[in-house]
């Protein structure tokens, strides 16, 4: 049997070596480097979180002239959960040349590009478009993913979601729930340990804290054109991708995956109904948090927006209270309202209970409690 040899010279500053390869003309495997990202995404209806792991391999391509190397697009895989618990696999591609990248899974799909340690784009899910922002393990360290909620002037209550990394860097997504033709806003900042600080794409600025663990953090923001607003959330309140799922009880689906039963999710009453209310609603355990607003029709008061301050939810049985809007009271501090709620849930997309609102008062008024039974919410 005949074996071929021959000569083949690399080059280098100083050194010129030189190679035997025998044999036939076989290649040598291509490297492959794989970088996880974790991160989070938002529409009017939906929150939640994702993994992906990014593939690129580099082709190699040599001559006695000297050698050259570029990134071929190659796979990328992940896992993708709603807050209600909802997981699908994802799988689509990555081009390390140019950044860009476009997977999908069930009903979803993630389609944007990595620039520096930030990769951002376009969510597309059940209920139209939003946004997406992810985050590289750095120095060996996953990313922080935390999912929530915000209330702002104006009825103005969303979702919330924030990734920090080891590094320092912090990027994060935002989409109100009841003005839906709103587009996402984008996140970027810094964070330390125990402190955030960002700004947002549509002129906010905003701090806040992390609990002495890190697993929840909360803040406020101040509003380009006047206003300030709150936010808050969880590591745990994300779906499962990159934390713990929500309180569970009978089976229901979202999105082309399998849950089990979780009040996490917007909520909404019609307008049709003595209270019309939309609400965003995270769970943790059995513990439920999150935002919402309220609209009706009393004398002198029309709604506001209300953060939850307690709840609870064990299948089928709903209960949670709230602070509502807030008042000036002329001396520098504010009035403050509530909101309680009491239901059982009935379906996977329905509950129905009883609402009582007492509104903030003002200088010159206070308003008596109401009770609004017979309230219907519908998931979405």
Not at 96 to 113: D, I, K, P, Q, W
Not at 317 to 345: E, Y
């Amino acid at each position: 049997m005949l074996v071929r040899c021959r000569a083949l010279r690399t080059f280098a500053p100083a050194v010129v070596p030189l190679l035997l390869a025998c044999g036939s003309d076989a290649t040598a495997p291509t490297p492959t480097t794989t970088t996880v990202y974790a991160g989070t995404f938002v529409d009017a209806a939906q929150s939640g979180s994702f993994t992906l792991r990014l593939a690129s391999s580099s082709s190699n391509l040599s001559s006695l002239a000297g050698a050259s190397t570029s990134m071929a697009p190659t796979t990328a895989t992940g896992t993708l959960s709603t807050v209600d618990g909802s997981t699908v696999t994802l799988s689509g591609t990555y081009d390390a040349a140019t950044g860009a990248l476009s997977v999908s899974g069930g009903a979803f799909t993630l389609a944007g590009t990595a620039q520096g340690s930030v990769l951002s784009g376009t969510f597309t899910g059940t209920h139209g478009t939003g946004a997406f922002a992810a985050a590289p393990t750095s120095s060996g360290t996953a990313p922080m993913v935390y999912c929530g909620t915000y209330s702002a002037p104006g009825n103005d209550v969303g979702w919330f979601n924030i990734v920090t990394t080891a590094a320092g860097t912090m990027s994060g997504v935002a989409h109100s729930i009841n003005a839906p033709s709103k587009s996402s806003v984008t996140l970027t900042g810094t964070a330390s340990a125990t402190t955030l600080t960002f700004t947002s794409s549509d002129g906010a600025t905003a701090t806040g804290t992390r609990s002495a663990d890190g697993s929840s953090l909360a803040g406020t923001f101040a509003q380009s054109g006047g206003g300030s607003g709150t936010f808050q959330g969880n590591t745990s309140e994300c779906g499962g991708a990159t934390g713990p799922t929500g309180a569970t009880g009978a089976t229901g689906t979202s999105g082309g995956g399998s849950t089990a039963l979780t009040v996490a999710g917007r909520w909404g009453a019609s307008g049709s109904q003595p209270a019309a209310m939309q609400e965003a609603l995270l769970v943790t355990g059995t513990a439920i948090s999150g935002s919402g607003a309220i609209t009706v029709s009393i004398p002198s008061y029309t709604g506001d927006a209300f953060v939850i301050t307690s709840g609870s939810f064990t299948n089928p049985s709903v209960t949670f209270t709230a602070s509502l809007g807030s008042n000036p009271d002329g001396h520098g501090g504010t009035f403050v309202g509530s909101l309680s709620f009491t239901g059982t849930v009935t379906s996977a997309t329905t509950m129905t209970g009883t609402l009582t609102y007492t509104p903030p008062r003002t200088a010159t008024q206070i308003f008596a409690t109401q009770t609004v039974a017979g309230v219907t919410l519908t998931k979405s």
